[in-house]
């Protein structure tokens, strides 16, 4: 049976730390870490998720200041919102909650971000820290993973790992930060051949597809770690991962569950993203 990866609990414990950062900070420099949380239009999903992002940073004592705008915003305005939000002194973060209404280029908001406030990881400058090894502010979910693969106790040095997935939010920056940590990477999108023999060569395999139970047992290698970041909600109005977990935990050495795995790590990883950028203020 695989040791479950309890990202709840995991995340709860990086939490309270995150707790003492702060409180470090606003005593030594009387800095209280600040996320601008923006949302335009009213998608109950992003809704819901910008809920959770800010009682986390009410939780760790980041202040958080939250912009609502109608979904029929311009893209000059949203721009010149965030073109405001990197002067302000008291923001070290800014979350531009995607999806965004089709009149707004993503690219242009993400490019207008400033790179020391971009806490999602997502501007070219971050991704191009991230792509040659040096420091910078790195995307949320795959830090997460990252840091829920070191909790599974297998070191990547060596490993070969299977991402299946190549969004920029999680596979290739996943990939990226395995190849770092000297991991064999293998990336698997949708036309990939021969899947489940290349996934069942994976010593860690992620799987970010966005499909439900896509993955079983068969395609599992014996005493593999597997992080599953799907989350998918099905017509009953539950939520489930892209593994099927209760047959895939008799042969991993390590499973996440989904929920409860990926998703508080990403939020938490969204903390210590805004206080690194404190910090670094
Ligand atoms: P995405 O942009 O839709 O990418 C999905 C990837 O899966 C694509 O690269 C796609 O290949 C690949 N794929 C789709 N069908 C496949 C198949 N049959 N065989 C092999 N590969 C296949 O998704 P995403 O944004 O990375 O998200 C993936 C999942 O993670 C979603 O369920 C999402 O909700 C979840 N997620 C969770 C968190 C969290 O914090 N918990 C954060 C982010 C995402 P192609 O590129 O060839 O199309």
């Known amino acids: 049976m695989a040791y479950i990866i309890d990202g709840k609990k995991i995340a709860a414990e990086f939490r309270a730390q995150l707790a003492l950062d702060v409180a470090s900070l606003t005593q030594t420099r009387n800095i209280t870490p600040g996320l601008a949380v923006v949302l335009v239009g009213n998608n109950p999903a992003s809704e819901v998720y910008v ?3 800010k009682k986390a940073c009410a939780d760790v004592g ?3 200041f ?3 705008l109608p979904i029929d915003t311009t893209e000059d305005d949203l721009l010149a919102l965030v073109n405001r939000l990197n002067h302000d002194p008291n923001v070290h973060g800014i979350l531009v909650q995607l999806p965004l209404p089709p009149q707004i280029h993503e690219s242009r908001i993400i490019q207008a971000i400033s790179p020391r406030k971009d806490v999602d990881g997502f501007h070219p400058e971050n991704v191009g820290l991230l792509a040659t090894g040096s420091p910078g502010l ?3 979910t795959p830090l997460g993973i990252m840091a829920l693969i ?3 106790g297998m070191d990547p040095a060596g490993k070969h790992a299977v991402i299946i997935g190549r969004s920029n939010i999680v596979g290739k920056p996943v990939a990226l930060m395995l190849l770092q940590a000297h991991a064999t990477v293998t ?3 949708s036309r ?3 899947l ?3 996934i069942s060569s994976g010593d860690i395999v992620v799987a970010a597809i966005g499909r439900p139970r896509f993955l079983g047992k068969e395609a599992i290698q014996e005493g593999a770690v597997v992080i599953d970041v799907g989350t998918n909600r099905l017509e009953d109005g539950t939520l489930c991962g892209d593994c099927d977990f209760e047959a895939i935990k008799h042969k991993a050495s390590a499973i996440t569950p989904s929920p409860g795995g990926v998703g508080p790590m990403t939020i938490a990883m969204l903390l210590a993203n805004t206080i690194q950028a404190a910090q670094q203020s």
Do not use: D, N
Request: with cysteine; net charge positive.
């Open 51 to 53: 809920r959770m992002k």
């Open 62 to 64: 980041i202040a958080s």
């Open 66 to 68: 939250s912009h609502e």
């Open 138 to 140: 790195r995307p949320c």
């Open 150 to 152: 070191a909790k599974s």
């Open 187 to 189: 990336i698997c999108h």
């Open 192 to 194: 990939t051949h021969h």
């Open 196 to 198: 489940q023999q290349v």
